[in-house]
């Protein structure tokens, strides 16, 4: 066994980030301006409607201004892409975020890339993701910039290491993969099709998580000294890192919950100020 395991935690890097956002929305305020994050949820789903209510909330706390547009389940795609086009047209809203997944028979990628790029404060957009893959990205995928963040804010170097990335989802796996290879991380990117996904995980310094099955990366999958973010969020409140057998062997890792949870909230909501600031400024 290494050392005690350092338990990153979320709670204390989303503090810190609203910390700071709270002196810029009090700045905006002076200027007459409101942060507003619009969200729209399409359908009843309750898991979602949970999250949604989560982020008002979060939004309420810090003074950013929170619409949320309620469609029914049988919205069909046009209808949804309008009542994107109108809040993009709207200059009080500064982000929007389309809760995920929409019912199927809605197209989603035609929704998510019908969001104005400044206001992409979820980073969902085709053009977002691939401002994010040449680095440049003002507004990546939150939970992707959320998982960064944790590294910096506890000064985990990235450049140099290998980071072996379970998952390649658009707002998760792949657009992380993106971000810690144009940190100079040396990147495998892992999915349900790999073979050897165990060998793999083992030459991680970092590993990253994102997979959506509880518990599924195993302690002996991980190379002593490694850090592992977990970005998995399951049912029970349960991450994707089996992370009691992990400690074990672990010189970091995220708990779930108050890991990549919290930073992912706050991210969305210093994406939306700075968008807010951005609209300012033009
Ligand atoms: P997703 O779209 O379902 O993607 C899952 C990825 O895992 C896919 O790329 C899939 O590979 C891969 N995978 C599935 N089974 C695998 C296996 N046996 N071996 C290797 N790879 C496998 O999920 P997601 O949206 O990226 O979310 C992943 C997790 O993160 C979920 O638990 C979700 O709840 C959580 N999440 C958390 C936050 C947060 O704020 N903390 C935000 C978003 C998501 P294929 O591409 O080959 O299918």
Same mark, same amino acid.
């Given at each position: 066994m290494i050392s005690e395991a350092l338990i990153l935690d979320g709670a204390r890097v989303a503090a810190d980030m609203k910390e700071k956002l709270g002196d810029k929305v009090s700045r905006l305020a002076e200027q007459g301006v409101i942060p507003c994050l619009a969200t729209i949820l399409v359908g009843g789903d309750p898991a979602s409607a949970t999250y949604v209510k989560m982020k008002g909330n979060a939004c309420k706390r810090l003074g950013i201004q929170s619409i949320r547009i309620d469609l029914p389940e049988h919205t069909s795609t046009e209808e949804l892409l309008a009542a994107i086009r109108e809040l993009n047209l709207d200059?009080?809203?500064h982000g929007i975020l389309l809760q995920h997944p929409v019912p199927h028979h809605i197209n989603e990628r035609a929704a998510f890339d019908a969001i104005a790029i400044e206001k992409d404060v979820d980073g969902v957009t085709t053009l977002g993701f691939a401002r994010t893959a040449f680095g440049f990205?003002?507004? +990546? /995928?939150c939970t992707p910039a959320a998982i960064v963040a944790i590294l910096d804010y506890y000064n985990i170097p990235i450049e140099g290491k290998h980071a072996v990335v379970i998952g390649r989802s658009p707002i998760l796996g792949k657009p992380v993969s993106q971000m810690l290879l144009n940190r100079n991380a040396t990147v495998t990117t892992c999915h349900?099709?790999?073979?050897n996904l165990a060998d793999l995980v083992r030459l991680g310094d970092i590993v990253v998580a994102a997979v959506?099955?509880?518990?599924?990366?195993?302690?002996?999958w991980i190379k002593p000294g490694a850090v592992v973010l977990d970005a998995g969020y399951n049912?029970?409140?349960?991450?994707?890192?089996d992370y009691e057998a992990c400690l074990e062997n672990v010189s970091a890792i995220t708990p779930v +919950? /108050?890991?990549?949870g919290p930073v992912t909230i706050a991210t969305l909501l210093k994406h939306t100020v700075e968008a807010a600031e951005k609209a300012v400024s033009v």
């Open positions: 200059p009080k809203v990205a003002d507004f +990546p /995928a349900s099709k790999t073979t959506g099955k509880a518990k599924f990366v195993q302690a002996d049912e029970g409140n349960v991450g994707d890192v +919950p /108050a890991g990549v």
